[in-house]
């Protein structure tokens, strides 16, 4: 059986409160048009998270978080636990993107600590890997996203109902450049049949695998389609409820 779908869009750093206006109408959209066959989740910044929350509560739209601590509580400024991301009803924390790899100097041991924070809570983990350009073009792609960062970012107890793997390759990251669907298809071959080596058939099958990189309107059905893609992970075009449903439309 497929794993089931996922549609879930990455706001980064953007949206003020005014903001859930394109939250509200995303739930019209989706009230008012076919049901798509994916789950749809929305990863504001901290500040609008619990708003968020309130207005999509008992919709179609589930609320996630972008990032988490690997402690519950304690002297972190600045920081923000899982705990306290459940606290006020998220479903989804999203862990390891590029961004964070990159600006932060996360490691795949961080991040899979993360992840494992995420699991105590009772939440699911959106585990991003994704290789750079230069990696790519050294022919690096599989060694960097599965060995370097899936495998050492996945937590042993994971579970389908614990964890979707994304992955992202950081030059297709809003540049409006993306692979060909021969080359996700690849990528996303090779994460789930290390999966499947890892977690055993039944299990490492059940992952959903969602891709993301300027993901759009317009390229989301054909690369929806691709083997073992099961959703997309999207960044600036989730900003507009309009756009996203766009993509959702992929799996009407």
Not at 179 to 207: C, M, Q, W, Y
Request: aromatic share 4%; proline share 4%; with cysteine.
């Amino acid at each position: 059986m497929a794993p089931r779908a996922l549609v879930a869009g990455n706001w980064k750093m953007n949206g003020v409160k005014s903001s859930v206006s394109e939250l509200k109408s995303l739930i019209d959209l989706l009230d008012n048009e076919a049901a798509p066959n994916c789950d749809v989740l929305l990863c504001p910044p901290a500040t609008l998270i619990g708003s968020f929350v309130e207005v999509a509560n008992g919709k179609a739209v589930n609320i996630g978080a972008q990032d988490c601590h690997v402690n519950v509580s304690g002297a972190h400024t600045g920081d923000i636990s899982a705990a306290m991301i459940r606290d006020i009803e998220a479903t989804h924390i999203i862990v390891g993107h590029s961004e964070r790899r990159a600006d932060h100097f996360e490691t795949s041991e961080l991040v899979r600590n993360k992840a494992e924070a995420v699991h105590k809570q009772g939440l699911a983990a959106i585990v991003c890997v994704g290789e750079t350009e230069a990696q790519r073009k050294a022919g690096d792609t599989i060694k960097v996203v599965v060995e370097d960062q899936l495998l050492k970012s996945l937590p042993e107890n994971a579970l389908p109902e614990n964890t979707i793997v994304a992955y992202e390759p950081v030059w297709a990251i809003g540049t409006g450049l993306t692979p060909t669907i021969e080359d996700v298809a690849e990528v996303h071959k090779s994460i789930r049949s290390a999966l499947v080596e890892r977690f055993g058939n039944e299990v490492g099958n059940g992952f959903a695998i969602l891709y993301g990189g300027s993901v759009k309107p317009g390229n989301a059905k054909e690369l929806m389609s691709a083997d073992n893609v099961n959703g997309a992970l999207v960044g600036g075009a989730s900003l507009k409820a309009v756009d996203f449903n766009g993509i959702i439309d992929a799996y009407r």
